[in-house]
């Protein structure tokens, strides 16, 4: 059932954004999580390119995020597709970065938009010395590779100031 709730949740998103777009200043994007199996299915860029005509939502207003364990083993349908989805101009992000393989053959290879470091590594930040280390790594590594990083549970002021100083 992960492809029709998936499907649902990528529809109830977009139907969402364009609801607060029409009742308030206009903002984005949306991110929505995407499934391996959704990735695969052979319909997938149409009805993606259907929901953003019909909610009269711009391809870069949806961010799809796929998991990082994801990545490591896909075929080349799941390639194609992500390349496919980035040329429609629908940003692409690798949720929970840092906890799964971590293989950066994978980072060069898939079209990329941001990586989002997972809260462990966050929560630890200011009192391990290798949560530190770790966290400036992957910065250092999206932003040579021009990506964006979202840092997820970012909860206390000296979190937020380490970041953003980095």
């Not at 711009?58 to 496919?84: M, V, Y």
């Not at 941001?114 to 400036?136: G, M």
Request: hydrophobic share 45%.
């Amino acid at each position: 059932m992960i492809i029709q709730i998936g499907d649902w949740m990528l529809e109830r998103a977009c139907q969402q954004l364009c609801s607060w777009n029409q009742l308030y200043k206009p903002f984005g994007p949306i991110s929505v999580n995407l499934a391996s199996a959704q990735l695969h299915q052979p319909g997938l860029m149409a009805h993606i390119q259907q929901l953003l005509e019909t909610c009269k939502l711009k391809p870069e207003s949806l961010k799809l995020k796929i998991t990082e364990t994801f990545l490591t083993g896909q075929t080349e349908a799941a390639f194609d597709a992500l390349h496919r989805l980035k040329q429609l101009g629908v940003k692409l992000s690798i949720d929970n970065f840092g906890t799964g393989n971590s293989s950066l053959s994978y980072l060069k290879k898939f079209p990329i938009d941001f990586l989002k470091i997972d809260q462990t590594f966050v929560r630890d930040l200011i009192h391990e010395a290798d949560a530190d280390a770790i966290v400036r790594s992957i910065i250092s590594l999206a932003h040579n590779m021009r990506m964006q990083v979202i840092a997820e549970g970012v909860e206390t002021p000296a979190q937020r100031d380490f970041l953003v100083t980095q």
